[in-house]
């Protein structure tokens, strides 16, 4: 089994920062992208960040020069840096990691972060 542990998120003020971290356990070979996405109350899930195995990065317009996404291969753990924080910046933030497993075959699997909720008050 394979799971993605988040931790970081909480209440901060307008213009604060926190920083999200989520690692992957269990047993796998090796993991490919990793991603932050967040879901707002009554919005689709969208994409944040996110960064290939080799430190590539992708961030969402809103986002871009406010957040920092890192990761840590060697404790397969990924980042979220996130500063200058907007009320809008609300919302349920979930971890997802694309995990190369074997069984009887060798395929990728995408898999998801129970969640962390960040508050921005205003």
């Known amino acids: 089994q394979v799971q993605l542990v988040e931790s970081g998120g909480g209440l901060v003020q307008a213009g604060g920062s926190l920083r999200l971290s989520c690692t992957a356990s269990g047993s796998f070979l090796s993991i490919n992208n990793m991603a932050w996405y967040h879901q707002a109350p009554g919005k689709q899930r969208e994409l944040v960040a996110s960064i290939t195995s080799v430190g590539s990065t992708n961030y969402a317009d809103s986002v871009k020069g406010r957040f920092t996404i890192s990761r840590d291969n060697a404790k397969n753990t990924v980042y979220l840096q996130m500063n200058s924080l907007k009320p809008e910046d609300t919302a349920i933030y979930y971890c997802?990691?694309?995990?190369?497993?074997?069984?009887?075959?060798?395929?990728?699997?995408?898999?998801w972060g129970q969640g962390t909720q960040v508050t921005v008050s205003s």
């Open positions: 997802n990691a694309h995990i190369v497993r074997v069984t009887t075959q060798t395929l990728t699997y995408s898999y």
